[in-house]
């Protein structure tokens, strides 16, 4: 498959992440939205655990024969440390995911726009962050440390799920919903961000304290794609003999 058409698919198919994904984060806790005052937090955080993990599991089964479907730069710094990417085809996906979550949340933030009940900054477009933009108030050492197990155990899984011995139909199912239930412990914590292509597009748009601290959600995320490939390698061994759809 041309290089051109992989990067293609991860910009795209990031747009389609944030922009679905952070929308139904956006309605479910965004300032002005009659609909999220009708939903309690709960009702809130599983809607949006289920947009996420959905989503990634419909994209791995539209474009993973593609491009592997990574949508997500420490998906790409992953799957780079356990040797299924060259450095150059990691610089491409990063730089297309990248464009794919801004121009996502840019068409999330045209569309809510047209609301008389949104607003930028007070609503938000479903940023991620902590202390006193977490739910509980999480300070930000901790945001860090939690932000890196969560990608560390999701990058884990895809690798594992998507090496020669996985099953490579179940694949989709299975890196969906941990994505769902990684999401489900991590939106009263940080927003979960474990992306930093879904973490900067939206930050770029609100701008103010949620681009302030974006940068955690970029690094923290990318720390933990390392280190789940360091632990899907300690398990499996280095093989250049994964399957090739979904990673």
């Given at each position: ?7 293609a698919?991860?910009a795209?198919g ?9 929308g139904?984060a ?64 990691a ?28 607003s ?7 940023a ?22 969560m990608?560390?155990v999701?990058?884990?899984v ?46 770029l ?10 940068w ?8 933990g ?17 994964e399957?090739?759809t979904?990673?």
């Open positions: 498959m041309p290089l051109s058409r992989k990067l698919a991860e795209l990031t747009a389609i992440l944030v922009f679905f994904a952070c139904v956006t309605l479910s806790f965004g300032k002005g939205f009659r609909f999220s005052g009708l939903l309690p937090n709960s009702a809130g955080i599983l809607a949006t655990a289920l947009a996420f993990g959905l989503v990634l599991m419909g994209l791995i089964y539209a474009i993973g024969a593609v491009s592997g479907c990574h949508v997500n730069p420490a998906v790409t710094i992953g799957a780079l440390v356990a040797g299924r990417l060259t450095f150059i085809e610089i491409g996906y990063w730089v297309a995911q990248f464009i794919g979550g801004i121009v996502g949340a840019l068409a999330l933030w045209g569309v809510f726009s047209g609301s008389p009940m949104y930028r900054t007070k609503t938000g477009l479903g991620d962050g902590y202390g006193s933009a977490s739910m509980t108030h999480l300070g930000m050492g901790h945001a860090f440390l939690i932000e890196v197990i990608t560390a999701f990058i884990f895809i690798l594992s799920v998507t090496h020669k011995l996985g099953t490579a139909v179940a694949a989709g199912v299975a890196i969906g919903f941990t994505l769902t239930f990684i999401h489900l412990i991590g939106i009263p914590l940080t927003g979960t961000s474990v992306n930093p292509a879904r973490s900067l597009g939206p930050a748009v609100v701008g103010g304290e949620s681009l302030k601290q974006v955690l959600f970029i690094v923290a995320p990318l720390i794609g390392v280190v789940g490939a360091l632990a899907h390698i300690g398990v499996y061994g280095r093989s250049h003999d399957v090739e979904a990673v």
